[in-house]
């Protein structure tokens, strides 16, 4: 990896851990990762690929993740809109005025919120493994898990499978790293999708990686907690969006099935649509050159 400039950022109170890579007068990618993930979980080799391609990448650690503040939620709830307050807060550390957003997942959300909340900080908006703004996630969740089918005219909810392996996917508090990766495996596994082989060390790296870092790796279920607080837009809204748009999803995600990249790109004027073969709902090492690949040639106008 490049050399990189790790920041702790404050951000209304709280602290936010960050680093970015590369020249600051190159184009800025900022790289907002999904619901309980660290910013060290966007890999390492596909943040040396768009460094290589002549980007200034940023990524960070969400509260509540890392090396961020951990927040007392049921004192100081929080909700999504305030998540993407603090992407903000991190360009604004690094003196950014403009970036390229590449969200994942619950990043892809953050970033569709941004860009029609503050246009004028999005260069350009790419939606990764994610679903439209306004969508009641939470809602199907609980409904699929209760046995019960999606509301007519709702997009498909994550896979039964997938759903079993989240219910486990935390272990007892206090669990040693053994009992963590016990516990987190099987729902990368998952994640990961049946199409492409899995490296099960990759996952564990990354884990042992995610577990060294996080002072209370539970905390990050927050999240959850905020993203069913609601959003004030809706999949409507996104019309409004004038950032060029990519949405790029796996063709085997089971979180949130293709149909959802496919109402994200129905959704936002002129977004283009790439599915990629095979990929899950994870950014494994073996898609890291396909992924840049197309953040390059997205960011590059």
Known sequence: MQENNEKMI??????????????????????????????????????????????????????????????????????????????????????????????ASLGGIIAQRLALTDPHR?????????????????????????????????????SAELLAALMTSFPEPGAGLEDYLA????????????????DEGEYRAMEERVHRRAEDVAAALNHTLAGAAGDAYTTADLASVVAPTLVLHGTCDPMFPPPHAEATAAAVPGARLVMLDGMGHTLPVAMEDRLATEILAHTGG
């Open 122 to 158: 999005v260069l350009t908006l790419t939606s990764l493994s994610s679903q439209p703004l306004g969508t009641d996630t939470a809602g199907a969740v609980q409904r699929a898990m209760a046995g019960l089918a999606p509301l007519p005219d709702r997009l498909p909810p994550p």
């Open 10 to 103: 404050d951000a209304g109170g709280l602290t936010l851990w960050a680093e970015d890579f590369g020249a600051p007068q190159d184009p800025t990618v900022l790289l907002v990762m999904g619901a309980q993930a660290q910013g060290v979980q966007w890999n390492d080799g596909l943040v040396r690929r768009l460094v290589e391609g002549g980007r200034h990448v940023i990524r960070y650690d969400h509260r509540d993740t890392g090396r961020s503040s951990r927040v007392d939620f049921a004192a100081h709830p929080y909700t999504v809109a305030d998540l993407a307050s603090d992407a903000l807060a991190v360009l604004d550390a690094f003196a950014v005025e403009r970036a390229h957003l590449v969200g």
């Open 183 to 198: 516990a987190r495996l099987p729902m990368w596994r998952v994640l990961h999708g049946p199409d492409l082989p899995f």
